[in-house]
């Protein structure tokens, strides 16, 4: 029997404090009524949205809303575009709202800066993937007229002899972000043949410290071990620049969705195993994993 396995769980891996928060309030209402409408996922885990469908959260989409009346529907962490808050007016919903507050700042920003951009004939950049609930929310302030930005290519649908403000999407990389802003300075002053002025171009790095300060111990915690296990849902954003980093720093790092996921030839005995995930990864799971990983290798042949 192997007693001396080593496992850590990262103890700064796992929600952050918006996620929590939005399942937190829909327990809560679960606990008392035993069903709730969820606009979206609750949290790009599919292991969390099934715990959380078996205590009766149903989970819908922007079109469902439209035909639902005198019900609660629960806003999650991404937050949500206005026409979301209008429809549930129109429609009597009662809205449980667990917009992130760090979203919700954002989106005010965003429209702030919007609003300004408008009278200058500029644009709003948004550092995000397309599609995604929050950045749905945040190009809502503007009308649908800001520009979503993730890859070096979707730089030529901007206008780099009009003003330019840049915002991210709360959860992408810090290094993605200022990699971005640098190569949008280096097109507006090609295409104004001159140096940037101040009023050419905003960069806003909107990304959350709860997310960015997760990037430097991830550094830290995937070199600490011989193998990494990053557990994260396929949907998280977050996940993917996460484990990301954890592959620069240890290549024998696996993304896996479950402990069903596990090979366990990735594995010796003898190795030290860390245990990560995204800001999306409930800690249970983590622990199963770590729970898995250990009674495999308990029930091997020493």
């Known amino acids: 029997m192997i007693h001396s396995m080593n496992i850590e769980i990262d103890k700064n891996s796992g929600y952050c404090f918006g996620v929590e928060y939005a399942i937190e309030m829909a327990e809560d209402e679960l606990n008392e009524s035993g069903q709730l409408y969820c606009l979206g996922d609750i949290v790009h885990n599919h292991m969390e949205v099934e715990r959380l469908a078996a205590k009766g959260l149903v989970i819908i989409n922007?079109?469902?809303?439209?035909?639902?009346?005198?019900?609660?529907?629960?806003?999650?962490?991404?937050?949500?575009?206005?026409?979301t808050y209008k429809i549930a007016i129109e429609n009597n919903i009662e809205l449980i709202d667990a917009s992130c507050p760090v979203v919700l700042k954002l989106q005010n920003r965003v429209k702030g800066s919007f609003d300004q951009m408008e009278e200058q004939n500029g644009q709003i950049v948004i550092y995000g993937k397309p599609g995604h609930a929050e950045v749905i929310g945040l190009t809502g302030q503007t009308k649908?007229?800001?520009?979503?930005?993730?890859?070096?290519?979707?730089?030529?649908?901007?206008?780099?002899?009009?003003?330019?403000?840049?915002?991210?999407?709360t959860t992408k990389s810090t290094k993605g972000f200022y990699r971005l802003k640098e190569m949008i300075e280096v097109r507006i002053a090609e295409a104004k043949g001159q140096q940037l002025e101040v009023t050419d171009?905003?960069?806003?790095?909107?990304?959350?410290?709860?997310?960015?300060?997760?990037?430097?111990?991830?550094?830290?915690?995937?070199?600490?071990?011989?193998?990494?296990?990053?557990?994260?849902?396929?949907?998280?954003?977050?996940?993917?620049?996460?484990?990301?980093?954890?592959?620069?720093?240890?290549?024998?790092?696996?993304?896996?969705?479950?402990?069903?996921?596990?090979?366990?030839?990735?594995?010796?005995?003898?190795?030290?195993?860390?245990?990560?995930?995204?800001?999306?990864?409930?800690?249970?799971l983590m622990e199963r994993v770590r729970n898995y990983i250990k009674e495999q290798f308990a029930s091997m042949p020493v």
Not at 62 to 83: F, Q, S, T, W, Y
Not at 202 to 214: G, W
Not at 263 to 273: A, E, M, R, T
Request: charged fraction near 30%.
């Open 144 to 169: 649908e007229k800001a520009i979503i930005v993730m890859e070096d290519e979707d730089l030529e649908q901007i206008d780099f002899s009009r003003p330019v403000t840049l915002y991210s999407q």
């Open 201 to 284: 171009f905003k960069a806003n790095d909107s990304i959350c410290r709860q997310v960015s300060n997760r990037e430097p111990s991830m550094e830290k915690f995937s070199q600490k071990h011989d193998v990494i296990i990053f557990v994260s849902g396929k949907k998280s954003s977050n996940g993917r620049a996460l484990y990301g980093i954890c592959m620069n720093f240890n290549e024998r790092s696996y993304f896996v969705g479950s402990e069903e996921e596990i090979d366990l030839d990735w594995i010796q005995p003898s190795d030290s195993i860390g245990i990560c995930g995204a800001t999306s990864t409930p800690m249970w």
């Open 62 to 83: 922007n079109e469902d809303l439209k035909n639902l009346k005198d019900c609660k529907v629960l806003i999650r962490a991404h937050g949500e575009p206005p026409e």
